[in-house]
Nanobody, 116 residues
Framework: QVQLVESGGGLVQPGGSLRLSCAVSGSGFNTYNMGWYRQAPGNQRELVARITSGVSTNYADSVKGRFTISRDNAKNTVYLQMNSLKPEDTAVYYC??????????WGQGTQVTVSS
């Protein structure tokens, strides 16, 4: 089975930074397409950023220029560097992995709260 564990969330002031990590169990991490999603209270889960096995990246317009997704295949880990955080970034952030179309794996999420 594939397991994803997010970490790095917490409380940060507006304009601050956080770095989220997602550790993926098992072998073959370098073949996975990875993504970060978030869900705020009352909202649907939305895509924040994604990175393919070929290290191609995409970002939501709301975070473009502020967030950076990256991966370390040697550590089976994907990261989300979040800078210039805004209150509207407050949400539970989830890590997602996919390799076969239609088969996805999700972490349990990590809370990010941006507040003064």
């Amino acid at each position: 089975q594939v397991q994803l564990v997010e970490s790095g969330g917490g409380l940060v002031q507006p304009g601050g930074s956080l770095r989220l990590s997602c550790a993926v169990s098992g072998s073959g991490f370098n073949t996975y397409n990875m993504g970060w999603y978030r869900q705020a209270p009352g909202n649907q889960r939305e895509l924040v950023a994604r990175i393919t096995s070929g290290v191609s990246t995409n970002y939501a317009d709301s975070v473009k220029g502020r967030f950076t997704i990256s991966r370390d295949n040697a550590k089976n880990t994907v990261y989300l560097q979040m800078n210039s955080l805004k209150p509207e970034d407050t949400a539970v952030y989830y890590c997602k992995a996919g390799r076969i179309i239609g088969i996805y794996y999700w972490g349990q999420g990590t809370q990010v709260t941006v507040s003064s």
